[in-house]
């Protein structure tokens, strides 16, 4: 582990120092500005007092978006594994989420909401179907051994659906969850450059480019993958202590 780490610090260093040595050769602060300039611009973006209500505004519509996304993806997810017209039914307008490109879908939630939701909508529309999917899939591939000893025992549905066939699913919806995460902070702040809401790190990024503070836009970026790495760690700290849960439930 301390191995992967060290390897881990040595890419981050190399990649600053190509990063220091193209700022060099260009030599314009507009084009590619310095890691230092970039740094010093981060510290002075931690100490404006509307910060903290920007990263809340951003990791609200975030965090409300993948709930919600899941929320509809179990609903959708598990009825649609369970029964395969439901699931046909469901196929081609997932079909069409998918292929709708995210610039197109924000312009026209912005016909339809506020500017503070048209983030929250769309990134619900790009991550659901990964889940769904995730979620039909765990229920396809439940163990046909489990459900005959099941139907042999006279297990009602309820205690099919809860004792066999969710905890199945877990490990692929986890595995889809964790993508769509990373994803939903992708799609909120490239809602919020568009939809331009009162605050959020996308609003700001908009307004840094109006500017042309390339730095400030570094920073922010920084700032936004500094976010989706946390709850990405935070996510899989969960869904380990779940998954050991879970299997000691089993045992």
């Known amino acids: 582990m ?13 990649l600053i120092g190509l990063w220091h040595v193209a700022a060099t050769i260009i030599d314009s602060s507009f084009i590619i500005p310095y890691p230092r300039a970039v740094l010093f611009d981060l510290w002075s973006l931690l100490a404006n007092k509307d910060f903290f209500p920007m990263l809340y505004a951003t990791f609200a519509r975030g965090i409300t978006a993948f709930a919600v996304s899941a929320i509809l993806s179990f609903v959708i997810g598990v009825p649609a594994g369970l029964f395969p017209g439901f699931e046909a039914s469901t196929r081609p307008w997932m079909a069409v989420i998918r292929a ?28 659901m179907p990964i889940m769904t999917d995730s ?9 046909t ?12 549905f309820k205690n099919i659906l809860f004792y066999i066939r969710l905890p199945s699913l877990l490990p692929y919806f986890i595995g889809g969850a964790g993508a769509s995460l990373g994803i939903s902070w992708k799609v909120v702040v490239a809602g919020e450059i568009l939809a331009f809401p009162r605050f959020g790190i996308g ?8 500017h042309l503070e390339t730095g400030r836009v570094f920073s922010l970026t920084i700032i936004a993958v500094i976010l989706c790495l946390i709850t990405e760690k935070v996510f899989a700290l969960i869904t380990r202590k779940l998954a050991k849960r879970i299997s000691r439930v089993k045992a």
């Open 100 to 127: 709708t490109p995210v610039v197109s879908l924000i312009l026209i939630a912005l016909f339809w909401f506020g500017s503070s939701i048209v983030p929250i909508f769309v990134a619900i529309l790009m991550t």
């Open 135 to 143: 979620i039909v899939q765990g229920i396809k591939n439940t163990d």
């Open 203 to 210: 609003t700001a990024m908009q307004t840094a480019r109006v």
């Open 145 to 156: 051994n489990l459900l005959v000893m099941a139907r042999v025992y006279r297990f009602s």
């Open 2 to 14: 301390k191995r992967l780490s060290f390897f881990g610090v040595i890419s981050t260093i190399v």
